[in-house]
């Protein structure tokens, strides 16, 4: 007779951010908190860009909360950042914190970007 052993193992992330919204060359840290005990799993942190496939920027060992600091803040930081545990060979996700730029922020890079393209095109 075999017997056959599930295990259920039901971990709650909690992302406390659902939106951050910062200036660029700012720093700031993503929070992610685990209800249960995650003791002997991995953690990560994906990031997904807005119409890309989701890839993971940081795996770290055990832990009951996860932080994820990003300094010096730049257009290629603006994503939807995941905390995740790897339970059994499946990765179960947080909710996620889209991470944008503040509005002045991307003006101004959209004004010293332009300037750059403009200056190169009539060095030419």
């Not at 807005?50 to 990003?70: E, F, M, N, W, Y």
């Not at 101004?108 to 060095?123: M, N, P, V």
Request: proline share 2%; glycine share 4%.
């Amino acid at each position: 007779m075999h017997l056959w052993y599930f295990i259920l193992i039901y971990v709650i992330l909690h992302q406390p951010d659902s939106v951050i919204s910062v200036d660029l060359d700012a720093n700031v840290t993503l929070q992610c908190f685990f209800a249960e005990n995650c003791s002997m799993y991995d953690m990560f942190w994906y990031k997904q860009i807005k119409g890309q496939q989701p890839c993971a920027v940081v795996k770290v060992g055990a832990v009951k909360r996860l932080s994820l600091s990003i300094i010096n803040i730049s257009h290629w930081d603006e994503a939807v950042y995941y905390c995740g545990v790897e339970i059994f060979f499946d990765i179960e996700f947080g909710n996620g914190v889209f991470l944008t730029l503040n509005l002045s922020s991307f003006n101004s890079a959209g004004e010293f970007l332009f300037y750059e393209l403009k200056t190169q095109s009539h060095q030419n």
